[in-house]
């Protein structure tokens, strides 16, 4: 029975690979489950964007594109079952966004030569290049986003947070864990007292932990959610009636679905973002070449939203660094160790932005050997639930890396330690 | 006309009660050990290795784990999850305290640690039986999930509450880590299912199994036979969380490499076992491999049908790949009660008469 279901499976597999020569870009997607909130709009936005250089520009430095989906639904073994069913096609660079799927990913790549980039989420101390060779997760990280939220509590307090009480809630899983010993080192710092509540996958069950919330009082909640825990979340906020401005989001707690729900009470609750919100020239294109062509990954009403935008974001870091490494190396038909080099030369500067079509997409930064982590830099944005958009509060914050630096370091050497990995880049 | 007794005379004891009393039979498992030994090893990739025959096997260890004391002894579990997991951390901790030991002994004293565990989760099955012991056992699930959450000791104070595993070598050659090959994290599985399997059979046809046994299917009157009720069900939650404790610290360390509690070992996976054995055959040690293949599988082959070969898309075909399952899985139950094992057992008696069937 074994043997009948492989054979058949084999010759499904043989049969649908089709001919090489493409830069092949894997999608690890998720449409279904209880994040498939989350993953349609990012995965739209990151098919389109390629689509979108297939029809505007004929591919990228003359070579299409080709885009290999493959559902996770945020799941660790079907992520691993994708990665190994798609890493035979020449993928040049893996984005699977999940934190969980990223752990498993990080040592195959490395024994693959493959290049994995975790934009804003997988582990953080990647962005220590001298010891992650092939892990990079600029324009920011977790511990980068932890951070900034401090810093524009920091501001909005008169710079001082001693004797605040700040709550983070967050996903129980490696993805909300992260934060935590960050905030704690920057509790030390500016004495504020931090209470971390968990909550369990999937995370539609919260009023135990918001109960706690309501009779601590905490003077902010931050939230490191996804998926359907955000909904939740915002909704039992507003049943308790918490003051949503005092409610802060991480850049994965801070989309249009998230506090749709909620409706008017979710007014005035705010969240991080890495990457600039708004129409931008881009969108126009994509409409023009893909949504109109009928091309478009989804039904074409996500263009535009806070996911998508993300999502599209990432294709265009990934095709930058396409273009970098097609530079450097001379031919448009790189592998995936040219695009590992090409990522760690890649720029982006105003310039470029502009030129893209997409000013201050994002911050500027460039990716040195050593660090792969680049700005780290946020904005604060919140919701108009009138005009049921969001609204950047501030610009660009810089993160404290006077506190980041150290625990990246520690981290990714106990990780060299670990696996005998000697740091490069010397 | 070649599945039969006839000719194939028994003059002992021992041949007369062997497995696999028929020559056709017994030929035929001999050439599937060669094939998955001598074959397999030598033909198979990466693909193969990480997303199907590796879960297959892992997971036919704990659905025979699971099978022992559901389908053998009658005590109904929803604590397979969480008994994993005892397995996998139980891996990693002794992984990384003694990283010089074998990483068999390690895994079998996960094994074992699995086994004093499910003792400890065992016991209240003996004051109360069916869905209250379920219950009991949901219990422990949450329990343990939540405690390799709570506790850093157990995750060595990482920050993400990943655990991950290092490379560790059999005979100079990796089996955990990256630099797997393929054969040789498909061999060291083989291996466990292989000799797990064999005990497990042998196990449960001999007295202590003859005791589950007869706790499943009267503990009353077992009792006034003399058999110990107490005996027999903690050996029975003991050797089911030995094979399950090695399920999960495979699972962790040979194939997915890193795991996080919550998400890798979660209610559903105690489910989806469940469900393995129910597909598969409640009692039957063919049943758990059956089950297994079906809900491992069958997904993977849905998926390369719908998406590789018909190029429809990715959310639609997983979507379809549920119902698809799920419509399977009720036709299969509503068509044979007793699971895949028995559509076998059938499917024999008929190939013996085969082709004089009256």
Redesign the interface.
Known sequence: ??LK??S??LG??L??SPALADLVFPDL?Y??GPY?AGG?PFSDGYQDYFTLMNERDGGIGGVKARVL???T?Y???KG??CY??T??EGALIYQPLS??IT??L???V??DGIPLHTMGYG???AANGKVFEWVFNYPANYWDGASVAINYLLDANGGDLSGKKITLLYH????G??P??TLEDLAQKHGYALTAI?V??PGQEQKSQWLQIRRERPDYVIMWGWGVMNQVAIQEAANIRFPMENFIGNWWAGAEHDVAPAGAAADGYKALNMNRIGDLPVFDDIRTYVADKGMAAGDGSNIGKVLYTRGMYAAMLAVEAAKTAQEIHGTPDITAAMMRDGMEALVMDAAKMEALGAAGIGPEFGVTCADHGGSGMGIVQQWNASEGRWVALTDYIAPDDAIIAPLVEE?SMAYAA??NIAPRCE | MFYREAGDFKTSYTQDSQTFPIRFDRFRYYAVLAVALAVIPFVIDDYWASALIVPFLIYAIAAIGLNILVGYCGQLSLGTGGFMAVGAYACYKLMTAFPDINIVLHIVGAGLVTAAVGVMFGLPSLRIKGFYLAVATLAAQFFLVWLFNKVPWFYNYSASGQISAPERTVAGIPVTGPNTEAWAQYLICLVFVVVLAWAARNLTRGTVGRSWMAIRDMDIAAEIIGVNPLKAKLTAFAVSSFYIGIAGALFFAVYLGAVEVGEAFGIQKSFLILFMIIIGGLGSIFGSFAGAAFLVLLPVLLKNVLVGGLGWPTDLAAHLELMIVGALIIVFLIAEPHGLAQLWRTGKEKLRLWPFPH
């Open positions: 029975m074994k279901l492989a058949v499976a499904a597999l049969a649908a997607s449409r279904t498939a349609i989906e493959c559902e639904a799941n660790t073994e691993v079952e190994e069913a890493k035979g934190t969980g752990y498993q990080i040592p195959k490395e024994a582990r953080t101390s129980n899983s490696a993805y864990k992260e935590i010993r968990p369990d996958h981290d670990e696996n």
